[in-house]
């Protein structure tokens, strides 16, 4: 830390603390007062020293742990925690632990304090420790304490007792469910790997039942469904897909595809697409479309359906995907130009990004179910693409 704020710090701090100690301390006054400025040179030398742990110390040992000063010491605790400086937070609150006298309120505070330094420091373990510790014997933070044992067990991807904790904390504070719906489709996806699908399926309409919004769960359970050829199963976790999100019904027009064709019920799928490029419109389902007109009526078909598309949702993919229709007819200089076009535009797409996180304006060229940034669950979502004026 740079030396001046130390030195603030160190100042703020033994100040604060001496002039609330001062209140109901009259009798020990004059002594305090020389122990203190005596202890506060001793400090300030090792600030200048730039020994600033032993000046910690100092702290630590000069100001009394009571009623009046504990403030001050969670306080400096707190600042330090906030700068990266967590080991030395770490000792401001064990020392307040060892107090003997230390009312049971403000020790259950220090202990949250203690294992939020834990946490910040990645010693997951103790941190975990200290928090089983306080939801066994109860305490007043039991929400917070719950939800930080919920995040040292998603971090841990310990997903059995993440989802236990969530269980408890969903009691009190219902706005866990759609995390605790993904926590399910990690397990599930985990399970999956392990040849336990029908543990798997389980799971999945368990993340359904936290969240029946939860669009990953039948993603998941349509691509089982696939894997086990069981074509119609999988068709029915995709379209409900559409109705509990529409525009995350893009993810499935693939697997939709190779279901429909598997079972040769192609013109349905056709009508599908039909019907939802009229009630939500993308330029996913035109260009899927566009591929399926292509290989019944033609390029010729395909192209002009694009474009007609385009005339009133002008994408780049819209357009990259006209140029690749086109360029095969054409010659000489014509055919030049629109090999320019075509780099021109697959250069726009590869910077171009299809989804974004609600919560941190994250922008992601693939689809994340938790945020890499802001590590929230299910914020990252389609992008409508950005037109092109
Ligand atoms: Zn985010």
């Not at 894997?227 to 939709?256: C, K, M, P, T």
Request: with cysteine; hydrophobic share 40%.
């Amino acid at each position: 830390m740079e030396q001046p704020i130390w030195i603030a710090l160190f100042f703020i701090a033994i100040a604060i603390g001496y002039a609330l100690g001062r209140r109901d301390r009259r009798r020990r006054h004059s002594n305090r007062m020389k122990n203190l400025s005596h202890e506060y040179m001793r400090g300030l030398n090792f600030l200048l020293n730039e020994q600033p742990d032993k000046a910690v110390d100092i702290f630590v040992n000069s100001l009394d742990v009571n009623a009046n000063t504990i403030d001050t010491h969670l306080g400096l605790a707190r600042l330090f925690r906030k700068r990266g400086e967590v080991d030395r937070a770490t000792r401001i609150h064990s020392n307040l632990l060892e107090q003997q006298d230390l009312p049971a309120e403000v020790r259950e505070d220090v202990q949250l304090e203690l294992a939020r330094d834990y946490i910040a420091a990645g010693v997951l373990d103790r941190a975990e420790i200290i928090l089983q510790e306080m939801l066994e014997r109860g305490t007043r933070s039991e929400v917070q304490v719950m939800r930080h044992l919920m995040s040292i067990f998603e971090q841990e991807k310990d997903w059995h007792n993440a989802l236990a904790v969530g269980d408890r904390l969903l009691v009190r504070d219902n706005s866990v469910s759609s995390v605790l719906a993904h926590y399910c489709c990690e397990l599930a996806e985990r399970l999956d790997g392990e040849d336990q699908m029908n543990s798997a399926r389980r799971t999945l309409r368990r993340a359904l039942a936290y969240d029946p919004g939860c669009v990953r769960a039948n993603l998941i359970l349509g691509r089982y469904e696939m894997n086990e050829h069981q074509w119609d199963n999988a068709i029915r976790a995709f379209r409900r897909i559409r109705r509990q999100d529409a525009s995350f019904f893009d993810e499935v027009l693939d697997d939709l595809e190779r279901c429909y064709v598997a079972l040769g019920r192609e013109a349905q799928l056709d009508k599908l697409l039909a019907k939802v490029a009229i009630d939500h419109p993308s330029t996913s389902v035109v260009l899927k479309l566009a591929e399926r007109l292509h290989s019944r009526y033609g390029e010729k078909a395909a192209s002009v359906f694009i474009a007609d598309y385009m005339k009133a949702h002008p994408t780049v993919r819209g357009l990259s995907r006209i140029i690749e229709m086109n360029i095969g007819h054409t010659e000489g200089s014509a055919r030049e130009h629109f090999g320019i076009l075509q780099s021109l535009t697959q250069q726009l797409l590869s910077e171009q990004s299809f989804y974004q996180c609600g919560h941190c304006g994250f922008d992601a060229h693939h689809l994340h179910w938790q945020c890499p940034t802001c590590k929230h669950w299910g914020t990252i979502r389609p992008q409508q693409e950005q037109e092109q004026h």
